[in-house]
């Protein structure tokens, strides 16, 4: 341990005698920390503590939660002294290494012992029933003497690793001890039953067992260039079979004639005969053990240049000697209450199960503590908002009512549901924070719309955030329209509803100089009553008279960060300090497994009924061959005066993926299929700016082009009632829910619709995909197959925000789901922040395992 981490040490230690007043130091303890870290290495144990604090620094930090920090910044620097101490050679080793190098004996002195004393063993900790004081730093805590070594590098560990296999390892993101155990396998191999020779299948993983009659270099390719291991093993009932291990001309020196051997594989065939090609194998009288063979054996994600046999071996090292290191920090009740395995079984059998059964045990317990973690996070968040303030108390509906009086046609069942629900939570001073779903077309923004309308009526103002500018101006005109019956906007956005005036404003990046002043005068005096906008609306700048209510389109771009500047616009309102409450809308329909982890802070309200007369679109699969049957349809739909989208998955062409880009397809269609038209095509890409692709939506939404060439930029929200007509070329390369999303950007207007599906070459999976889409109209149905045939990452196209990356568990485990997300909800209402001292162990864990889950991205 280097000099500056015990100085820090001695620091930290009277900064929390000092109560965490943050005064002992000038410049605060934080600029302390930036001067200590500035010549440190990656994953040093300083770096590490300055990870654990947030962006904003040990000054952001309430005085408990410096507290904890402290604790767990003096446990870390115990820990590694420990560690320091353990590798220290034997002082006589270091007294003869010194004398060798230096000519000298160097014999300690009194005083030096006196001031260097050898480190004494800690003897081993009695079980009391004692719990130890929450608020004093401890010389060793409970989880810290069994982990002792946990945290130790990997090249320190005793795996003989070369520097090479080591950097692989730190590529995984494998440095420490603790990493390599938690770094589980994705699937196993099955070779828990031993075959005869004589009784092997073709395609099939087997283990065999018997003797080297013959091992032998042999060079083959051409020129004999591939150096390569070739055997002759026979087993017992005197049958042989030849074996190969390719480019790896070594084993042959270490299988001599005679030696007994177990070898595991798929069996392939060569010249008529079966044989193996590369299997794992084991000598048994040197390694008995079923690392490679006859068990349950791990197959792990690797990197480039480490083969799966070094890794295997590494890890089950480092399990045999450090598994038993591992503390279980989840509470003796609940594990009891859900019959799981102890966390230290759980991770050996992960690994190297016994048994099938144990696997599923092992994986069961793991996936809880990822889940449980999840859920945590998320009911924590939403304890948070709920307590962040009171929030309006909305208890009159007659404009809103009204206003839906006046419509020309009645909502479902399903939209009055969800409205009562809505409703219902705002008759509290608990925010609202409720996740609206909707599929295309099913009739949200009327709901929400209801929603503004009461705010309205008892004084508040609303607000309606969208994502891009397109979609800012698309709902202010629906808004206006839907509210004044015209088809454009009323001057100045004056509406009146019921006898009762009010203004509609729209705010955005694009907003003229003028108009935008004049614009937020009118939001921070009171005289706009419903705002509709970009994320801008949350801005500094935008400051608001009575905000009641934020309604926010598309759930999957509005992070925590977001909500809690939304919070702050209301704690600063004039007059008053409360918090408005948050109807989230979502056209992308989520699974309710999904919708209980990544957005479990937020109620779930469903409309699952579509209003009647939607016209229908029609959805066809079309083969290579039949291609122009598509294109020859989009000529006929713009000579009927209506317009097209075609949607490509990328950007320029890639030799990797056989997809045609947008780029491309724009020429090609320009130049090719429709050069009469070569004007009316545009084009629509993320990597154009937002000004370019805000005229070319803009344009499309004129009129003034007939075909728009995109990519998946167009996937959420444009209404354009005049296209008919929508072809996804590389549609296998897209989930089905995105596809649904596209779909949905025709069938808007009077006129029937058509969606093809395009593919070049769709593998088995990709086929039942297009399959499956080309049937189902049903949001949900398909949003659910998404997520069982591709994973959750896929239901936006990529993954994206608050989507986790789970080790262990499954999205698809509903029932998995709901027990973890009781005793989240448990644990948070009965020890918000984890203090207890049965809780401390389970706070840290889940700590650190929301580093290793994708966060929402602010």
């Not at 608050?802 to 009965?830: F, N, Y």
């Amino acid at each position: 341990m280097s000099a500056d981490l015990k100085q820090l040490g001695a620091v930290l230690t009277r900064e929390f005698e000092a109560g965490a007043a943050d005064a002992l130091v000038e410049g605060g303890l934080d600029e302390l920390l930036r001067v200590q870290a500035r010549d440190e290495q990656p994953n040093s144990p300083l770096l590490r503590m300055v990870a654990a604090l947030p962006p904003a620094g040990y000054r952001s930090l309430e005085t408990e939660d410096r507290r904890v920090w402290l604790r767990r910044a003096l446990a870390t620097i115990r820990r590694e002294d420990a560690l320091a101490a353990e590798s220290r050679p034997p002082r006589s080793t270091r007294a003869r290494n010194g004398s060798a190098a230096n000519g000298t004996s160097e014999a300690p002195t009194a005083a030096s012992r006196a001031k260097n004393p050898a480190p004494k063993k800690r003897p081993a900790a009695k079980k009391s029933g004692k719990k130890r004081a929450a608020d004093t730093p401890v010389t060793q805590t409970p989880a810290g003497s069994r982990q002792l070594g946990l945290e130790l590098p990997i090249a320190s560990a005793g795996t003989r690793l070369g520097k090479a296999n080591l950097t692989r390892l730190e590529k995984l993101g494998l440095n420490t001890v603790a990493d390599a155990l938690r770094h589980f396998p994705h699937r196993h191999q099955d070779f828990t039953q031993t075959v005869p020779i004589t009784h092997l299948e073709v395609d099939r993983e087997q283990t065999i067992r018997g003797v080297v009659d013959r091992a032998r270099e042999i060079r083959m390719g051409r020129g004999g260039r591939m150096r390569s291991t070739e055997a002759t093993i026979s087993d017992e009932s005197g049958a042989s079979i030849r074996v190969t291990w390719f480019n790896q001309p070594f084993i042959a020196k270490s299988l001599p004639t005679g030696t007994a051997i177990a070898v595991a594989g798929k069996v392939t065939v060569f010249r008529g005969r079966p044989t193996f090609q590369n299997p794992e194998f084991e000598r048994l009288e040197l390694n008995a053990d079923g690392t490679h063979t006859g068990r349950l054996v791990p197959v792990y994600p690797l990197t480039s240049g480490l083969p799966q046999r070094t890794l295997r071996g590494v890890i089950a090292g480092l399990l045999d000697r450090y598994g038993d290191r591992l503390e279980d920090a989840l509470p003796t009740a609940i594990r009891e209450k859900h019959n799981l395995l102890d966390y230290a079984d759980a991770v050996r059998q992960i690994h190297y199960p016994e048994s099938q059964e144990q696997l599923a045990e092992a994986r069961r317990r793991l996936a809880f503590d990822e889940l449980l973690a999840i859920q945590v996070g998320v009911q924590t968040r939403k304890r948070e908002w709920q307590t962040s303030g009171d929030a309006p108390l909305v208890d009159d509906h007659s404009l809103a009512d009204g206003f839906l009086g006046t419509l020309p046609f009645a909502l479902t069942g399903a939209q009055e549901r969800v409205l009562r629900e809505v409703r219902d939570d705002m008759a509290r001073t608990v925010p609202m924070s409720r996740l609206l779903e909707g599929d295309v077309g099913s009739g949200k923004t009327v709901v929400a719309l209801a929603a503004m309308l009461d705010l309205v009526a008892d004084g508040y103002q609303s607000v309606m955030m969208a994502p891009t500018e397109v979609l800012a101006e698309q709902h202010f005109r629906t808004l206006c329209k839907l509210l004044s019956g015209e088809p454009e906007p009323p001057l100045n956005g004056m509406v009146q509803v019921g006898g009762q005036s009010f203004r509609i404003v729209l705010l955005t990046g694009s907003t003229k100089s003028k108009q935008r002043k004049d614009a937020l005068d009118a939001i921070e005096h009171g005289g706009a009553q419903i705002i509709v906008g970009t994320h801008a609306l949350i801005q500094e700048s935008v400051k608001y008279h009575r905000l009641g209510l934020a309604v926010v389109d598309e759930q999957h771009r509005f992070g925590v960060m977001q909500r809690g500047e939304l919070r702050k616009r209301g704690a600063t309102a004039e007059g008053e300090s409360h918090t408005p409450h948050l109807l989230v809308m979502s056209a992308t329909p989520i699974p309710r497994s999904l919708a209980l982890t990544v957005f479990g802070d937020l109620d779930l309200s469903v409309i699952d009924e579509m209003p009647p007369g939607r016209t229908p679109i029609e959805t066809k699969w079309l083969t290579p061959i039949e291609r122009a049957t598509a294109f020859a349809h989009v000529r006929r739909e713009i000579e009927a005066g209506r317009q097209a989208f075609v949607i490509c998955p990328l950007v320029e062409d890639s030799a990797a993926v056989e997809s045609r880009a947008a780029t491309e397809e724009y020429e090609r269609l320009r130049t090719q299929e429709y050069p009469d038209l070569h004007d009316r095509i545009a084009l629509l890409h993320g990597r154009m700016s937002s000004k370019d692709k805000d005229s070319v939506m803009r344009g499309f939404a004129a009129h003034e082009t007939d075909i728009l060439v995109s990519t998946a930029v167009v996937e959420v929200g444009i209404d354009i009632p005049n296209a008919t007509m929508m072809v996804i070329e590389g549609a296998d390369r897209f989930g089905l829910a995105q596809m649904h999303q596209f779909r949905g950007r025709v069938g808007r207007g009077e006129h029937a619709s058509t969606c093809y599906l395009l593919s070049d070459d769709p593998s088995e999976d990709a086929q039942e995909r297009l399959s499956v889409m080309e049937n189902t109209t049903d949001g949900f149905a398909l949003a659910q197959a998404d997520l069982e045939l591709r994973g959750p990452g896929d239901l936006y196209g990529t993954a994206q925000s608050g989507v986790p990356t789970l080790r262990v568990a499954s999205l698809l485990d509903a029932q998995m789901i709901d027990a973890t997300r009781r005793e989240a909800e448990e644990l948070v209402a009965t020890d918000p922040d984890l203090k207890s001292p049965e809780h401390q162990a389970l706070r840290y864990a889940i700590a650190e395992r929301a580093e290793n889950l994708v966060a929402e991205q602010h």
